[in-house]
């Protein structure tokens, strides 16, 4: 549902506003293409089919049955869900004050949207071909060295699908931040959890993959952790070399 709900949220603002208001459709155009670029990149990694993210068997390992089941109940289940509404809530402060004009300023920011919606789908889209070739490579009874993305959008940031993803969702607050006419909206709660949760999601998956690539650690001296930015080295493309055993997986580092 996390692909499907926020843009849902938004829109029954918008609606309120009898799709009048030009601002709040304007956010729930973006919102929906956001949805739609997550929901396709979530479906063929095989979501709806039952694959899921290999963290999630990591975690439960590293848990007890009863842990994660309360684990379960209270992040995944009330937390996140409770997020997504959070993070559509500008929308609010939009439609409080709907009556500020749709100016210069919206449209920089829905163009900044743009852009930042194209990152990740780059970013995503890089990833997903890395992961097949190496999907391809392990049926051949090969690996792909190193196991991780560094090439493309990875040169200059860890995740850089991470920081267009945030990114998103501020440049949402700041719709509802021009209409207020000020940056102190408590709807600001919002984008700072959704950071929040990543960062904590990067540390996590740093974690595992620290554990699994010995390069990994170069990697990370090198290149910043979610903010793109120059590399401070020259990184090589990936090579293939004969396994000791054949891997597969979603490593999405």
Do not use: C
């Not at 692909?3 to 155009?29: D, K, Q």
């Not at 860890?158 to 267009?164: A, I, K, L, T």
């Not at 554990?211 to 090579?239: D, M």
């Amino acid at each position: 549902m996390w692909s499907l709900l926020p843009e849902v949220y938004i829109w029954i603002f918008a609606a309120h506003a009898h799709f009048t208001n030009a601002r709040l459709t304007t956010m729930a155009v973006l919102a929906t293409l956001w949805g739609v670029r997550l929901t396709y990149n979530f479906a063929r990694k095989g979501g709806y089919s039952g694959v899921e993210d290999y963290r999630w068997q990591v975690l439960r390992d590293a848990m007890g049955k009863w842990q994660f089941q309360l684990f379960n109940l209270f992040f995944i289940v009330l937390y996140q869900n409770a997020l997504l509404v959070l993070i559509a809530l500008p929308a609010l402060s939009a439609y409080q004050h709907r009556a500020t004009a749709f100016g210069p300023l919206d449209v920089v920011l829905s163009v900044v949207f743009i852009l930042l919606l194209v990152g990740e789908t780059v970013a995503d889209q890089q990833q997903w071909e890395f992961h097949q070739r190496k999907k391809q490579l392990a049926t051949a009874g090969q690996l792909l060295e190193p196991g991780f993305l560094r090439s493309g959008l990875f040169r200059f940031s860890r995740h850089p699908n991470y920081f267009f993803e945030m990114a998103q969702w501020w440049v949402i607050f700041g719709f509802g931040a021009l209409a207020a006419t000020s940056l102190a909206q408590w709807t600001v709660i919002g984008p700072v959890l959704l950071t929040l949760l990543f960062v904590g999601s990067t540390r996590f998956t740093e974690q595992i993959s620290s554990g699994k690539y010995p390069e990994y650690a170069a990697y990370q001296s090198s290149t910043s952790a979610v903010i793109p930015w120059w590399s401070r080295r020259l990184v090589q493309a990936p090579t293939v070399s004969e396994p000791t055993a054949p891997q597969t997986g979603w490593e999405s580092s």
